[in-house]
């Protein structure tokens, strides 16, 4: 089992910066990927970036490629997401997730979720 914990989330304007991070706990094994996805009223859940827990490949949507980075620290079990230059577009609860992930981008490859933390970008 693991325990995925959300936090950072907050009203940001446009064009500005924002960093979540996912306190992880519990059994983390090499083989996993860890996933940031976010959802947005109305909107099915999207896959925003992901990381591979050992040898560290990441992984981004198109949407967010260049202005988002997903790092994570395996001494400290914790995953962020550094998100700049944000825009309106990118309002949402973003959520955090582990698991095997073959597939790092497909939201059923996941096997664990945070709760989520809300991110609201004004324009």
């Known amino acids: 089992q693991v325990q995925l914990v959300e936090s950072g989330g907050g009203l940001v304007q446009a064009g500005g910066s924002l960093r979540v991070s996912c306190a992880a706990s519990?059994?983390?094994?090499?083989?996993?990927?860890m996933g940031w996805f976010r959802q947005a009223p109305g909107k099915e859940r999207e896959f925003v970036a992901a990381?591979?827990?050992?040898?560290?490949?990441?992984y981004y949507s198109d949407s967010v490629k260049g202005r988002f980075t997903i790092s994570r620290d395996t001494a400290k079990n914790m995953v962020y997401l550094q998100m700049n230059s944000l825009k309106a577009e990118d309002t949402a609860v973003y959520y955090c997730?582990?698991?095997?992930?073959?597939?790092?981008?497909?939201?059923?490859?996941?096997?664990?979720w945070g709760q989520g933390t809300q991110v609201t970008v004004s324009s």
């Open positions: 990381i591979r827990w050992s040898g560290g490949n990441t």
């Open positions: 519990g059994r983390i094994f090499g083989s996993y990927a």
């Open positions: 997730t582990a698991g095997r992930a073959r597939i790092a981008t497909l939201l059923s490859e996941y096997d664990y």
